[in-house]
T-cell receptor, first 110, second 112 residues
Framework: DVKVTQSSRYLVKRTGEKVFLECVQD?????MFWYRQDPGLGLRLIYF???????EKGDIPEGYSVSREKKERFSLILESASTNQTSMYLC?????????FGPGTRLTVL | AQSVAQPEDQVNVAEGNPLTVKCTYS??????LFWYVQYPNRGLQFLLK??????LVKGSYGFEAEFNKSQTSFHLKKPSALVSDSALYFC??????????FGKGTSLLVTP
């Protein structure tokens, strides 16, 4: 079975802090994704990566950056966290059209 | 742009009754369509997908979905609902790149 893990299930940070969310997959997938999920808005794509060191902006990249130094790991970085970044963050990976998701990180920015 | 719409925010059904969660799509070309389920405070779990072939797709946990090209729909169905099916359901379509575009989700409540 595909396993996608995320570094934290719950995270509380203060405004202005730099925040790292990490995602690891064990299936040697080329593609990895970061989404945020907000009630009534569904999932919105922040960034994705189709290879090591390669990244593409999604629909809402503002305020975020990403890093993919190794194939299995994809990090989402909030350079200076703001309260409007309080959300559920979901990581996914895929080698085919089907994406497999991690358990999510619920981030609260105070 | 490829997109899906889920017209119902919530669907209520009694246990043992059939359930349907609706999804319509708008794509150029042939669609790759997906259904995912999300239980409270969890990530999304893949249920099933349609890429090509038989219009009736069978998936996990007894769910199935019917692809209807003329109505541009991909409704999720189950013949007999369980209380444990209560969850948030997302329809998605593959966009022109690598990512999926998701609907806003439909909350399914199955009552005993």
């Amino acid at each position: 079975d595909v396993k996608v893990t995320q570094s934290s299930r719950y995270l509380v940070k203060r405004t202005g802090e730099k925040v790292f969310l990490e995602c690891v997959q064990d299936m040697d997938h080329e593609n990895m994704f970061w989404y945020r999920q907000d009630p009534g808005l569904g999932l919105r794509l922040i960034y994705f990566s189709y290879d090591v060191k390669m990244k593409e902006k999604g629909d809402i990249p503002e305020g975020y950056s990403v890093s993919r130094e190794k194939k299995e790991r994809f990090s989402l970085i909030l350079e200076s966290a703001s309260t409007n970044q309080t959300s559920m963050y979901l990581c996914a990976s895929s080698g085919t059209p089907t994406q497999y998701f991690g358990p999510g990180t619920r981030l609260t920015v105070l | 742009a490829q997109s899906v719409a889920q017209p119902e925010d919530q669907v209520n059904v009694a246990e043992g009754n059939p359930l349907t969660v609706k999804c319509t799509y708008s794509v150029s070309g042939n669609p790759y369509l997906f259904w995912y389920v999300q239980y409270p405070n969890r990530g999304l779990q893949f249920l099933l997908k349609y890429i090509t072939g038989d219009n009736l797709v069978k998936g996990s946990y007894g769910f199935e979905a019917e692809f209807n090209k003329s109505q541009t729909s991909f409704h999720l169905k189950k013949p007999s609902a369980l209380v444990s099916d209560s969850a948030l359901y997302f329809c998605a379509v593959k966009n022109s790149g690598y990512a999926l575009n998701f609907g806003k989700g439909t909350s399914l409540l199955v009552t005993p």
